[in-house]
């Protein structure tokens, strides 16, 4: 995924700070406004068929949670910009897919940028998609890079008034959909704990060449996990530590805690690393243990067959007067020659635990 | 362990912050309850049937330790937080039996959540169990997952004024209890410590594949206790740093010795780590070692039987005029050429040390 | 590369400091000078032939960008050094083409050094240019090592009035020049990133000891870039905390977007660096999974035809009265005896999962 | 070593804090007590039959370096904490011989404890042994595990008048008691390094299994002396910082020294170990050699022997009408065409080098 | 090296602090002294016969540089420490040669003791050379283990007046000799880089065991390297952040300038490292290869001829009847059976990609 995208990272090149250019997969579908506006006592959700009837909507005397599904129409994000007065950077940053998670603080309003992990495809490759957050006062954009339903139990249980929210600033909501995009790494996570138990398994039965690309598969699904949740560390730090004034004390400490996830995530990553390069060793040790079966299978046949191979030569020449050829029993003394030789071999296989 | 465990931290993705949602393995028995309350003249201990009788016996004119074993009965654990009024995050801690060891200071209590290392079982699995305390001016809340005798000798000390904790207040008690948790652990470092100098001992005669998944358990104890033991030392050096206000001078003193504790304990894994990968080259090396023997066994079994194989094909030929043939000595002559070709390779190969 | 031009840097030892010596390859062509002068309203640009008509032109109440294509001539540096009070130092590093990146602040001035990633040839060898500049309150002076367009599209935006940089000061054109230095390093991951997935696909396909080869070139090239960008993030970091007077607190911000893009890459370089190394593990099991495959065959050979070849040669023996000799289905009994033999010796290997 | 005595750590779980459990080798001889009083014009030593003794001779006019060999008898150890007032954790660290070096203060007394690295016995393990010092204002007791000269030559210089320690207070004295302990780091570095040099000639020569053994046993000696030498650095360090107030101006200069010599002695190990993962490498490679060179005897036996069997086959065949078998020169020609055979494998493997 | 001096680290064991024993290589040869007084107007320079004549020529009104060759005559190290009033334990520093580079600051005076690398012998040992400085108000003392030309550059160049030091204090001339060091130390990491860039080569074509030493040789090389420059970062550091006063702003510049070059040294230092470990993988990679080449040809040859011997093994056979030994074209048959195996064994190799 990283390298098809990473391609598009260049087209910014050369082109002045502040130009909008949607990086990230191409998408024709129109993008999806929708507006929440809520306070303690009440909460409406519309749909909005663009920005004009979006603006018309905002109501600085509620919370408005403005969310936008794709990224990809340029002259939307611009709109949107200008409506709330986003410096030309943060909109560079969330139409750019490619972006790096972090947290910035702009006086008026912060920026949270986020990647969220999605289901893991038969290929093991991990669907990640970004999100972006602008939270104002009163209002908090969110944008997605496609249509998703991440947030749908967040919306209804703030319609259905049982969320905190509703008596709380955006710094909270900001917070509860952190929270969701977090603890929605630990889907991920345990699938690949998952896949990795079944590697597991399958690598003391069975260790064809594919196991090995399996176990890298698997070190580049951490990786990915990885780099989205690493900077979020540093993101969420900032956040507890009220780096923007918009944050409320009563609200650092929730973010406190999605730092704890972060770090327990982080922490679980490196064990699965770990157990991983354990697999590798296991792998190798595997490979060479089999490459001694059939050695010592080789060595054992040669032992054995070669004394006596030419034991049945030595009688087989045309020597005058050799004298077992004549001897009574001469064709019983060579069998018992060649089981002796077998014996006595087997035996010293035996001492040496080859056998 | 982990692996299923894990699974069910998903559960609480898309729940409100706050819920509390049992994490671990699942229970039935009731849970069990507790309260030990004592000054320096007197100490009283009492079962409680639930959480009402033991809110009558609390009385704020002594220290008042409230144990409660089984953390799967959500609504008694909420209780106690309605009654001590403890932040819904800390309940939620509380409950979640994957929770990373942490220090979490709340002005009027603080809280501390960690690991208490169990036994081994035959598997090398180690039994983990988690331990939270909640403590104010004068309570301790300790929380476990499952019934256990941990603090006995704790509890039994001060029933019997033996105990410095009779003199002192509730952080000296929490100090208490942390020590014995951290002392435990040596119980288990000594048990893989050993097991290792088994391992040790046994790799040196005898290299099946499975010392190899012995060495990789090892390593995965000794992770799991680094996971209980790592976390930690960041909370008890929160403690030793008097981060709440609610521990004493006298009592800092105390919190530094685990701390000491604690870095010796995880110097110790690493040392042990170092040892383990060590053990992985001798590993390594034997097979290789044994591959190279095997092969010396064929080589020098080839080399020494192909020369005389082929000189008694010579003389199986049915050429007409073969000297040799018709010579009175030729059986022999023969049997000397083999012989010397014999005694020459063997010196060869004690000359190259392969013998 | 490194290798021949670290050989230059020798040249300098016993040398005083700040003699002017130029590091590099060596070039005859001249030096290629040019002015854009520029204020809000109007823009002009100018070749110069040398130093003098160079001070001639520069204006005071404009932005002056000048720009000196070739370090060799070290007698214009040190003219030029002269003219806008420049430390001897600062000259030194300018002509030293394997200076490090960093970031100096002279009060007056400004110092900033990098490297600008070119393409990457045939062999694998990245071609790396140092860029300088002088950043002073109304002049901006840029040193390449050779002529090169890479500022091209930033002179013809600023001569047309698009950028952003008619309007601020030298600080911001610092800016949009080390940006467009950093967007270029986009180039080089992408293209290292592209070649990396086609050795991947390559060392499933083949494993002679080229590939081994190209995934040490790779890590070479990696290295090389990740010694361009990495001392620059400390340099950078040094603008975005404006540690000169001369940077304003809007341009601050904008570098801080290039820190997060140097970071962007450093990252990147880094995940390569682990996809090597695990191409490198892909790569030695892959040898020894094809000598198992050798090995395997051999063993299978030789068991196979040692015991048959044994009976042949038994049959071939001289001694009298070998029964089956006479027998009137010897000759039948023989192949069946070496039929039977064969077909046991399949199935063994069949079960043995060798075959 | 630690595998044993660790066991005897896990003595103290459970029993509370500031309880003294002697932890090492246990030992029946009577601990040794012994008093060196001086000031800058006299000085006398007294051997001491017991605490009391001890106590009754101790005279606040002079500098008391009281040394106590042997710290099995808990009794006398308590008697010395009551009378000089110790904190009962410092107690608890001098008797427990497996405690981790540490710098401590205490307002009226610092602490400090290591370890002294003794001889390195025959099968490569070192003995290691505890000495912990107590500094007061005008006393210092020193605790040996056992009776040792190691402060021989500093008890000499004091009595002769001819140290430095004399004239200064008993800080000086702990510079120089720390001083003697640190230089003996010297012999045991010293002596590890002439052994791994001997090992590095040895494997040059020949690899058997235990050669990686001692390669083995190396690396612990070294963890070993790390262990001793990593945490005094941070203990030293706090000295030269002077944070305990008894440490004088004057003497912190010579704590940074010792600081010195430390980083000297950690780099050092750390050098050796890096020499030691060199000789692991030659040791594997030297294995694969040696194994390749088995295999190349096996291939150009085989590669030679064979054909000539063969042919030698060929002509044993009982087919009638072979024309070579009556032919005159037959034995000659079956001559010719094997030597032929053989040396045009000779020149073969000649240019592929294998000869 | 390191070996053999270090074993006479410990002859300092047991002696009091600042007792003077030369550690390096013993010498018999006379020290050389010189000194040299210049001020911006003249300069002068004298050789001395002894300490005596010395301190007769140096003139306060003056800069004084002395300059001693040679560190063996502990008694003139001494007198010069009286004369200057040295610190004791810098004057032990100055006599041990195995001393770890760094600065120390005495209000007075600073003390910088450092590493000047010399030339690559035959057999890939360097020569280093400690180099001390002591630099007061208006003396700068160096000291040398033995006589050589390093300064011999600085020195004409203060007598005919070029150089800036003339102008002046001492804290820039001791710049200029460290520069001098540092600027050293690019030769020897050239010298390394080159014999690196051969090694590459030849470690291509040609992998016996001697290659494998080399490589851990010029691990060796850089490691030497590193422990001279490594510590001096931070000693250089220290004069950088000027920790001594007698340091002024304008030579603090140039200090800037050489942890500039160290950094730069360092850096290539490790990538040169990481250069040798891909060699290294390289020369495993090509021994496995190698091994495999081995292994096909004999499983090649013996899978040619088993099959061709074991028929002319059977048309050998007494059997009575077999049809075969008296047909007709019997010969023929026998040769287009061995003809057609062997064809069928080489389309099997071909097809392996064997051949």
Redesign the interface.
């Given at each position: 995924m990283?390298?098809t995208s990473?391609?598009k990272?260049?087209k910014?090149?050369?082109l002045?700070?502040?130009s909008l250019v949607h990086i990230g997969k191409s998408r024709s579908e129109k993008i999806d406004i929708s507006l929440l506006k809520y306070n303690s006592e009440t909460a409406e959700f519309h749909n909005c068929a663009d920005i004009m009837e979006l603006n018309s909507l905002v109501d600085k005397n509620y919370m408005n949670w403005i969310n936008i599904n794709g990224i990809h129409e340029i002259e939307s994000i611009e709109q949107i910009g200008k409506e709330f007065n986003i410096?030309p950077?943060v909109l560079?940053d969330i139409v750019n897919a490619?972006q790096?998670p972090?947290f910035?603080d702009y006086d008026d309003y912060f920026f949270v940028t986020l990647k969220a992990s999605g289901s893991i495809s038969v290929k093991n490759i991990m669907d990640v998609q970004q999100i972006s957050f602008i939270v104002g006062k009163n209002y908090l954009i969110s944008f997605h890079e496609n249509k998703n339903e991440l947030f749908q139990?967040n919306i209804e249980?703030i319609l259905n008034g049982?969320?905190?929210a509703r008596k709380n600033g955006c710094d909270f909501l900001a917070?509860?959909l952190i929270?969701?995009v977090v603890?929605?790494y630990?889907?991920a996570?345990?699938e690949i704990?998952?896949k990795i138990?079944i590697l597991e398994e399958k690598i003391?039965k069975d260790t064809t060449?594919k196991t090995?690309?399996e176990i890298?598969k698997m070190?580049?699904l951490l990786?990915m996990l990885l780099?989205a949740v690493f900077?979020l560390r540093e993101a969420v730090s900032k956040l507890e530590r009220k780096e923007s004034e918009l944050i409320q004390d009563s609200s650092a400490?929730?973010f406190?805690?999605i730092y704890?996830h972060i770090?327990?995530i982080i922490?679980?990553v490196e064990?699965q690393r770990?157990?991983l390069s354990?697999l590798?060793?296991?792998?190798?040790?595997?490979?060479?243990?089999?490459?001694?079966?059939?050695?010592?299978?080789?060595?054992i046949?040669?032992?054995i067959?070669?004394?006596?191979?030419?034991f049945?030569?030595?009688?087989?020449?045309?020597?005058?007067?050799?004298?077992?050829?004549?001897w009574?029993y001469?064709?019983l003394f060579?069998w018992s020659v060649c089981i002796a030789s077998v014996v006595l071999m087997l035996i010293y296989f035996k001492r040496?635990?080859?056998l």
């Open positions: 990283s390298e990473n391609t990272l260049s910014k090149s050369g002045p700070p502040g410096h950077l560079e490619e790096r972090k910035e139990k249980r049982k969320s905190k917070y509860l929270d969701t603890d929605n630990y889907f996570l345990e704990e998952d138990e003391l060449g090995l690309q890298q070190k580049r990786v780099k900077p400490i929730f406190r805690d704890d770090i327990h922490e679980s064990s770990d157990i354990g590798m060793d296991v792998y190798m040790s595997n490979t060479s243990n089999r490459m001694n079966a059939v050695m010592k299978v080789l060595a046949i040669a032992t067959f070669m004394p006596i191979t030419f049945a030569g030595v009688y087989g020449m045309n020597i005058e007067n050799i004298p077992e050829l004549k009574q001469g064709y060579f040496r635990k080859w």
